[in-house]
Each structure stands twice: as structure tokens, then as C-alpha cells.
T-cell receptor, first 116, second 115 residues
Framework: DSGVTQTPKHLITATGQRVTLRCSPR?????VYWYQQSLDQGLQFLIH???????AKGNILERFSAQQFPDLHSELNLSSLELGDSALYFC???????????????FGPGTRLLVL | AQTVTQSQPEMSVQEAETVTLSCTYD???????LFWYKQPPSRQMILVIR??????QNATENRFSVNFQKAAKSFSLKISDSQLGDAAMYFC????????????FGAGTTVTVRA
């Protein structure tokens, strides 16, 4: 158990819908990262938040947005869903201050999204 | 952008034997970190081992060790005394030490352990 929690574990929805994925980082971690794992794209970085502020964006679609709240949990919002958005979405957390031990990212169990 | 290449889609190893997974990366940075993550059938991403680029000594974690060749930009993972529980997909990942902290992953290598 990495200490990172994600809910829900599974999500089935229809095209055009909107969903929210939730992540709680390990206790003490200030950084939250979102990754998408799909068969055709592999593991791709979406976005990074540190202590409530957006720090970096990757290949995140405009239909997707995220935020990190004062209690440090994060939510990834996916809207106008398409079939191609079906994937495993991971949240990872790290302390967020230099040094490899502090910068190692620990992953949650993921949310499996299926868009029908 | 950093590119991570895992050239072996699949590897098979006999139980108790040794298997080595290859990983190469492309970067112009001198300060960075490298990781190997394991993804078993449960799909959980589990950290296996990590290496700081400024350290010449290769990292070791129990039966897992790496061969880090900085000049060659190579970072291979050796699994010794393979066990059935080692069967999984293994991902090599790169993280910049200077810029954004995202992980860039290779395509992964599926390891099968034969009893």
C-alpha cells in the first residue's frame, strides 16, 4: 500500500458525460501528479500540482481539468468524454522538495475509466 | 523532451534464474533521476529501484540491481533469483532534476517467470 488513495476504482459512463476522479496523497506529500495509461499512448503525464498551485502540464486535453484543494487532495475532471478517453488514470504523490527520497513519486491504485 | 526507450517488449525467465531488462534514454541534462516501476496484473504501480545520475555507484534493492551507464545513457535492471511474484510489466522512467518533476516512461517490458 503506497498510502495514496484514489476513488472510484472503476467508472463506467457514456460518451459526452463528465466525471470526477479523486486522489488523496500520502500524509505529508505536497505534490500530486496525474497520469493516463492507455493501450495506444502508454503512460503519459497529464498535470502536476504543488501545494495547491499548478506547476506543470503535459499532454492534457482542454476537456480535462484538475485542481488541488487546501487539504491537498486533488480532483481530475474529465468532460465531453469520448471513447478514446477510456484508460487507467493514476494519481501519484511526492513530498515536493529536492532530493531523490523526497521526489520519488508513489502511485495510487488508479481509476479505470470505461467510456461506452 | 526526454525520450525513454525499452527495446524489449517481452522477456521470459526461468524461476531462480537472472533476467536483465534494458532501458536507454535521451537527455541533454546532467542532473536527473531514473526509476524502475513494476506493474503486476493488479495494475498497481510499484517502485522497484531508483538511481540519482550524480551517483556513480549502482543502486541495489535486494534481488534487484541496476547497471547505470551515464555516458551511454543506459539504465538496465537485473532481477536475480527470479520468483513467480516478479511476473509483471516493468517500466523505466526518467525525471529531470532541474525542470518539471514529471516522469517520462518507456513503453514497458513484460516479464514472464516460468516455474
Amino acid at each position: 500500500d503506497s498510502g495514496v488513495t484514489q476513488t472510484p476504482k472503476h467508472l463506467i459512463t457514456a460518451t459526452g458525460q463528465r466525471v470526477t476522479l479523486r486522489c488523496s496523497p500520502r500524509s505529508g506529500d505536497l505534490s500530486v501528479y496525474w497520469y493516463q495509461q492507455s493501450l495506444d499512448q502508454g503512460l503519459q503525464f497529464l498535470i502536476h500540482y504543488y501545494n495547491g498551485e499548478e506547476r506543470a502540464k503535459g499532454n492534457i486535453l482542454e476537456r480535462f481539468s484538475a485542481q488541488q484543494f487546501p487539504d491537498l487532495h486533488s480532483e481530475l475532471n474529465l468532460s465531453s468524454l469520448e471513447l478514446g478517453d477510456s484508460a487507467l488514470y493514476f494519481c501519484a504523490s511526492s513530498v515536493g522538495h529536492g532530493g531523490v527520497d523526497q521526489e520519488t513519486q508513489y502511485f495510487g491504485p488508479g481509476t479505470r475509466l470505461l467510456v461506452l | 523532451a526526454q525520450t525513454v526507450t525499452q527495446s524489449q517488449p517481452e522477456m521470459s525467465v526461468q524461476e531462480a534464474e537472472t533476467v536483465t531488462l534494458s532501458c536507454t534514454y535521451d537527455t541533454s541534462e546532467s542532473d536527473y533521476y531514473l526509476f524502475w516501476y513494476k506493474q503486476p496484473p493488479s495494475r498497481q504501480m510499484i517502485l522497484v529501484i531508483r538511481q540519482e545520475a550524480y551517483k556513480q555507484q549502482n543502486a541495489t534493492e535486494n534481488r534487484f540491481s541496476v547497471n547505470f551507464q551515464k555516458a551511454a545513457k543506459s539504465f538496465s535492471l537485473k532481477i536475480s533469483d527470479s520468483q513467480l511474484g516478479d511476473a509483471a510489466m516493468y517500466f523505466c522512467a526518467y525525471r529531470s532534476g532541474i525542470n518539471d518533476y514529471k516522469l517520462s516512461f518507456g513503453a514497458g517490458t513484460t516479464v514472464t517467470v516460468r516455474a
